[in-house]
């Protein structure tokens, strides 16, 4: 099973899909976190204490199976560095009278938190904001600025070298 060696780097016990609401696929290192009930299938291919079940109380097809990213694929803190920096190139180059670097662009992203605090936990809403904001002080259509930018974050953002073993 070429899921296997990827899934053993999950956490606990983590929910990897959910839609409809009454289906989801629950991983987890402790087989008795992950013995719950209405078991419908069981993946084959883990290796000892790691299990992992589909559940779905009402038979439909599950449509999507999420993974929390945060280096159970591939390692995220490299590819966010180089997206950014490719989103401050871009920046320099298109909007010269911006005026932003790392440190300003985190506390003007800090401002953003705080005066949205329902958007905390939204790093890409964070992100648009605060491009828009710094883009309006310098003059520039903010919302233009803002999805030109993450276009371009995001473009680098999905370019990522998978784990070996889960490149398979």
Wanted: glycine share 4%; net charge neutral; proline share 5%.
């Amino acid at each position: 099973n070429l899921m296997a060696p990827f899934l053993q780097r999950l956490s606990p016990i983590l929910i990897l899909a959910a839609a409809p609401s009454s289906a989801f696929v629950v991983a987890s290192h402790s087989p008795a976190k992950a013995n719950l009930p209405s078991t419908i299938h069981s993946l084959p291919g883990f290796s000892r204490g790691f299990s992992m079940q589909v559940y779905n109380s009402e038979k439909r097809r599950i449509s999507a199976i999420t993974f929390d990213l945060d280096d159970t694929l591939y390692e995220c803190m490299p590819v966010i560095m180089r997206a950014t920096k490719k989103q401050f190139e871009y920046v320099d180059e298109h909007y010269p009278n911006i005026k932003t670097d790392l440190e300003s662009f985190r506390a003007e992203m800090k401002k953003q938190r705080e005066l949205h605090p329902d958007e905390a936990s939204d790093l890409g809403k964070l992100r648009r904001l605060t491009i828009a904001q710094v883009a309006r002080e310098a003059g520039y259509d903010a919302d233009g600025v803002a999805e030109a930018v993450m276009d371009v974050f995001c473009r680098e953002r999905n370019k990522v070298t998978l784990f070996s073993d889960v490149a398979g």
